[in-house]
């Protein structure tokens, strides 16, 4: 069933009926992908086989942790995002915030689009010996867009659950077969690590993928008819496609020497058809990305229609995909997102700790009420974001060993809780 658009004003009663199975089923599907494969492969043969696969579930275990409370604010209140960001930073104060997501979101939406482009003309050229990247680019930014428009009730129901999430499980349990059988796994654990990354570093890299997901989360949350089963369906269908696939990519390194995602799915038995199937799976990440894009940009400015707002961020992504090397703006996003961090300890804060679980949802879209503070903005919220922000760079530039994502959260909240408790919330 399709929603109506009613943007970002509350979910109506009927259309929350999203459960367990179907948050298990979303987030496992969007934590299985061709760049969660290539991240795997950035921590070998840096650490150790062991260390690595340590590394991955405690960052997932505790990645997952905010990526859920999110989405669990959204589930409780029925609203968006960026609309959770208007109680601690105010209604106008989350415009900064929202712009910022956006941003990143046109950018991870070319990402994608690149990647399957770049599969999908992998694919085409060992079967059929033909290349268009132009016209792989154009296709893929057709169907995510198409998937966006139906929105997120029709995609899970109807497309996640009944064909894509029966792909994703199949072919992760090939691709894990093909990696393995015939090797020597006790050889593949007793890989000497070559150093360069520590177990922190490590763990933050895998806790920074669930981390990235927090500004679209609430998006699809506030579709669920029961808060705790989509906590628990988020988190748990998160954590384990994270795993597996953090998992798989680690191995590959290993046991076949290609650090290419796309490289190493297409090197093992039948990988061109595996390739193939996690390349139809992929979709779903673009259509995140453009649907949660265009929900945000409604927070600002709600006259848009969702329709033409989905069409424009399809177009920019296409454009980007076409002039911008992947390589040259891939880091740019990973600091953008880098933001988003501090910003939700701000945000899980003020909804868990000084709200107590209460927010008044009607005063969330009136202007001069509770959450208009100084002229829309809340600058308490701002400092300690700002403060947040500070701490993630400065210890990615002077201490990355220790990982900044967790601290710059943790900082960012602890400020804030000072900060609301020396100067009451009237």
């Known amino acids: 069933m399709k929603p109506p658009e009613w943007g970002i004003e509350p979910v109506k009663p009927e259309y929350r009926y999203l459960g367990f199975l179907d948050y298990f089923v979303l987030w496992s599907s969007l934590s299985v992908g061709l760049l969660v494969f290539w991240a795997g492969s950035l921590l070998v043969p840096a650490l150790d086989l062991k260390s690595a696969l340590a590394a991955i579930v405690l960052g997932t275990i505790a990645g997952n942790i905010p990526l859920a409370l999110v989405g669990l604010i959204g589930s ?7 609309v959770t960001v208007r109680p601690s930073f105010g209604i106008r104060g989350s415009y900064l915030p929202t712009a910022l997501n956006v941003l990143q979101l046109v950018g991870w939406t070319a990402f994608e689009i690149i990647v399957m482009a770049r599969a999908a003309d992998t694919i085409a050229i060992s079967v059929f010996g033909y290349s268009n990247f132009t016209l792989w680019v154009v296709f893929f930014a057709f169907i995510c867009a198409a998937m966006a428009i139906g929105g997120p009730l029709l995609v899970i129901r109807q497309w996640l659950e009944k064909f894509a999430i029966w792909i994703v499980y199949g072919t992760s349990i090939w691709i894990a077969y093909s990696i393995t059988a015939g090797r020597d796994l006790w050889q593949l654990f007793s890989t000497q690590a070559e ?4 177990l922190l570093y490590a763990i933050d890299l895998v806790v920074a993928m669930p981390i990235s997901w927090m500004p679209l989360v609430a998006d699809y949350g506030r579709f669920a008819k029961d808060s705790k089963a989509s906590f628990r369906g988020t988190y748990a269908g998160y954590f384990v496609g994270n795993v597996v696939f953090y998992g798989l990519g680690a ?14 799915i297409a090197a093992i038995a039948f990988g061109i058809p595996a390739l193939t199937l996690i390349l139809v799976d992929e979709t779903d990440n673009g259509f995140a990305d453009i649907y949660s894009a265009a ?10 229609k969702q329709r033409t707002l989905i069409v424009a961020v399809s177009v920019l992504g296409i454009i980007l995909a076409l002039i911008v090397p992947m390589d040259q703006y891939a880091w740019f996003l990973l ?4 933001v988003f961090i501090p910003l939700f300890g701000v945000v899980i804060t003020d909804y868990y700790i000084v709200r107590s679980r209460n927010y008044r949802v009607a005063e969330l879209y009136r202007a001069s009420g509770e959450y208009w503070y100084l002229k829309g903005v809340n600058l308490r919220a701002v400092l300690a974001w700002a403060i947040g922000v500070a701490t993630y760079f400065y210890i990615i530039n002077y201490a990355s060993w220790l990982g900044a994502s967790i601290p710059s959260l ?17």
């Open 295 to 304: 929900v945000s940009i409604q927070n600002v400015s709600s006259r848009f």
């Open 76 to 82: 409780e209140c029925a609203i968006p995002t960026m």
């Open 410 to 426: 943790a900082i960012s909240a602890l400020v804030y809780l000072i900060i609301t408790k020396l100067w009451k919330i009237d």
């Open 335 to 338: 600091w953008i997102g880098a």
């Open 251 to 264: 191995l590959s390194v290993l046991a076949l020497g290609a650090a290419d995602p796309v490289a190493a």
């Open 195 to 198: 150093g360069g990354v520590s």
